[in-house]
Every structure is written in structure tokens, then in C-alpha cells.
């Protein structure tokens, strides 16, 4: 198995959405904002070559929305999925599965692309399995009003029309469902519905995808909760019951949006768990 970090492209989000309760006057330590109140956020996806599977966990914004909608989003950098593909030698192409950890835009728009003549969408990975879950899906393709604007029926509805749409089975009870993709899944509900976070077993490390549950490494205080989250006092213990395991078990983090921390472990402070030590892919993951 080897794993790859896939940089598809950096934004900015406002920093009190990001903090929700959390003053400026704190968040803005570990996030500092521009003139705008925007702080940095990364679209770090991962990719995983095993064997003949050759996997992609979330994909990014992708590049078919409006120059108005990115303007909300202030791009920034050189990154993008394909460069970032290429620098490994690969190409779209050759993704089997695509794992989305839930369907925000910024987490699956990679997924589908206008066709040659923008008259319609297609999917974005022609050869691959889409991988979400049944509950999720339900959930985003039904939105309630607080997240209609994040999931976008043009990022979701052609994977199922494409007939690539798969559903994880889900073992109940188990703090850690084994997928089909041979990777275990921690599921989490304050975010979204049945958002999931993979935990790969790699070399003598387990790397766990953050996904949202911990977007940046200045959301690590249990308070710390996104005003984005549909369950804030659910995404507490949830997280809380995450960092503890992670403490126990040395986990390796493996931040999507945190644009400045890649990589990082924790320890328990008399503040609670607080960052250990920060790495670059590279380290770990060579």
C-alpha cells in the first residue's frame, strides 16, 4: 500500500462561521483572519494505491461552478486535483473508487464535470465506484434548509445517474465499521448525517482522514464547533470520543483543511488533548 496526498485547490471561509460561539479574539490565534474575517482552509484529499485498487477519498470544489460562486470562496494557490495527480503519475483515469466522506461541495464537487460542450454533467472519474452511504445519501439528495446551499443537486445527483452510486454497509454497534474498501469507517453525526471518517492501517500507523470532524487544528478545544454543524452539541462528545481514542492509539491525523498543519498527533494537557507534534506528508506518509 502507498499512500498520496492530493492538494485539489485552497479557499478561504469566513472565521466566525468557522468558530461559531468562539470569540474572534481567540480563533483568531491559531486561524489569523484577513481584512475579510477569512482565514485559510485546504481541500487535502488522499489517495491510497493498494494492490489494483488505486482509491480517492473526497475530491475537492472541482472547477464547474460559476465565477460568482468561487468568488464566495476566495481561491487561492496552484493547486489542483489533476496537477496534483500527475506529480504521482496518475491520471483520473485510473481511480477505481472514489470515498466521499460526505457530500458538501467542497468535499465531492470534484465528483462531476460539464461534458465537452456544457450542455450537461458527467461524472468526473469515468472508471470509478462512488462510495457513500445509504443514510448520508438520503439526507443530501432531501436537504434540509440549513445545508441546501452545500449540497448541490449538479455534485450528486449525476454519480447515481451514472450508475457508479455504492453504499457502505454499515456494522451497528461497532465504534469502527470495516468497508469494503478495506479501510475501517468512524461515523459521525453532529457535522451531517452519517459523515465517516476513514482510519487506514499503514505501515505501523493508523491515519485517520479528518474530514470535518476536526477542520483545523485550532478546533481541537471541545468547544471549538463549527457554525456549520447541523448537531453542535453532538459534534462535542463525538469528537471527544475521537481524541481520546486517538491519544490511546497514537493515531496520525490527517488534516483536509487546515492549510498550514498536514499532519498531527495529540497528547492529553491539563487543557484537554492538544496537539502533540505536526508533520508534513511527506514524513509519514514515504
Known amino acids: 500500500m502507498k499512500l498520496y496526498p492530493i492538494e485539489t485547490g485552497n479557499f478561504k471561509l469566513d472565521g466566525g462561521a468557522m468558530f461559531g460561539v468562539v470569540p474572534k479574539t481567540i480563533w483568531n490565534r491559531t486561524n489569523p483572519a484577513d481584512e475579510n474575517n477569512l482565514i485559510d482552509i485546504a481541500a ?32 487561492w494557490g496552484t493547486h489542483s486535483l489533476d496537477k496534483s495527480l500527475a506529480k504521482y503519475g496518475f491520471h483520473r483515469d485510473d481511480i477505481t473508487d472514489i470515498f466521499l466522506t460526505h ?44 445545508e441546501k446551499a452545500s449540497f448541490l443537486s449538479e455534485n450528486i445527483l449525476p454519480i447515481q445517474e451514472s450508475g457508479q452510486l455504492h453504499f457502505i454497509k454499515r456494522s451497528e454497534g461497532d465504534l469502527l465499521t470495516t468497508s469494503e474498501l478495506g479501510f475501517g469507517i468512524y461515523y459521525v453525526d453532529g457535522h451531517t448525517e452519517k459523515m465517516m471518517i476513514p482510519h487506514i492501517q499503514y505501515q505501523d500507523k493508523t491515519i485517520c482522514f479528518m474530514a470535518d470532524l476536526l477542520p483545523t487544528v485550532g478546533h481541537l478545544p471541545l468547544p471549538y464547533v463549527m457554525g456549520y454543524d447541523t ?9 471527544a470520543k475521537f481524541l481520546n481514542a486517538a491519544v490511546e492509539n497514537n493515531y496520525y491525523l490527517f488534516m483536509e483543511h487546515d492549510a498550514h498543519n498536514e499532519i498531527i498527533t495529540v497528547e492529553n494537557t491539563e487543557k484537554g488533548v492538544r496537539m502533540k507534534a505536526v508533520f508534513n506528508c511527506d514524513e509519514i506518509l514515504n
Open 44 to 75: 487535502r484529499c488522499l489517495l491510497i494505491q493498494d494492490g489494483n485498487r488505486l482509491t480517492l477519498i473526497d475530491n475537492g470544489m472541482g472547477n464547474k461552478q460559476s465565477e460568482k460562486f468561487f468568488g464566495y470562496y476566495s481561491l
Open 231 to 239: 448537531r453542535p452539541l453532538l459534534t462535542m462528545p463525538e469528537k
Open 103 to 146: 457530500l458538501h461541495f467542497d468535499h465531492c464537487g470534484g465528483s462531476v464535470q460539464w461534458n465537452k460542450d456544457k450542455t450537461g454533467y458527467e461524472v468526473a472519474f469515468k472508471n470509478a465506484k462512488y462510495w457513500t452511504n445509504e443514510n448520508h445519501w438520503e439526507w443530501a439528495t432531501k436537504p434540509n434548509l440549513r
